[in-house]
């Protein structure tokens, strides 16, 4: 058994962590934010078109945590369904990510889809109401969407290389495979969005950051990069 001194000394000798580095190799983008539990009620309408729905208040958001723009067009937003019934995919048209930019891709919503972007391009400027570029997936049916029990949302590059996979849940496909894919199944799947506060994780309930249930384009990572605890 260690003495209480070597146990010290050894922790004493450990790098620091550095939290500036992301989870992701330049030029890829990060995902640091996953709604895919709608909350109930009112609550639940984080599109912000007046309606909660279960599948339409669904999104992703993603990020550039890199010191130099990435080029995010060709990449593709997917699940364990993809290219069968409930799918979700999209894939972005040409798009540059200054650093610290946010993109959101929500999968839907009525009205409040008309000024935003969709995979055969992107809006002219950022979305106003979330101060990010923002997109809607326009996904067929009223069931494309994530499932609450067991799915995953996967990042790949434009030559169809896995880049970055959060999973939840269980179910019997086996989870995408690759060199450098970056895999992360966080515990909390409740009370809201799953949401990272820092470059390299972890992901966890967004309430646990901040009280907010989600936080679609202003995000929390912010905060910590200007020093305001609050965020905007």
């Not at 000798?13 to 909350?39: K, Y």
């Amino acid at each position: 058994m260690l003495t209480l001194a070597l146990t010290a000394a050894l922790i004493a000798v450990q790098p620091e962590q550095d939290e500036s580095i992301p989870l992701v190799e330049f030029p890829h983008p990060l995902i640091t934010e996953v709604l895919a539990v709608v909350p109930k009620g009112d609550d639940g309408d984080a599109n912000g078109d007046g309606t909660r729905d279960a599948s339409t208040d669904e999104f992703v958001e993603l990020m550039n945590p890199h010191d130099e723009p990435i080029e995010i067009g060709g990449y593709t937003i997917s699940d364990r369904n993809a290219g069968g019934q409930g799918a979700v995919e999209f894939t972005f048209p040409s798009l540059t990510l200054e650093p610290g930019d946010v993109v959101v891709v929500f999968n839907g919503g009525g009205a409040f889809t008309q000024d935003l972007g969709t995979q055969s391009a992107p809006a002219d400027e950022k979305a106003e109401r979330f101060d990010a570029w923002t997109f809607v997936m326009e996904l067929s049916g009223n069931f494309a969407g994530f499932s609450n029990k067991g799915d995953w949302v996967l990042l790949s590059d434009p030559e169809g290389k896995p880049v970055h996979v959060v999973s939840w849940g269980s179910f019997k496909e086996k989870l995408p495979e690759g060199e450098g894919l970056v895999k992360e199944t966080p515990a909390d799947m409740s009370g809201g969005s799953l949401c990272r506060y820092m470059f390299d994780g972890p992901l966890v309930g967004h309430p646990a950051l901040d009280g907010k249930l989600f936080s679609p384009g202003k995000h929390p990572i912010e905060a910590r990069m200007t020093g305001d605890s609050q965020g905007r």
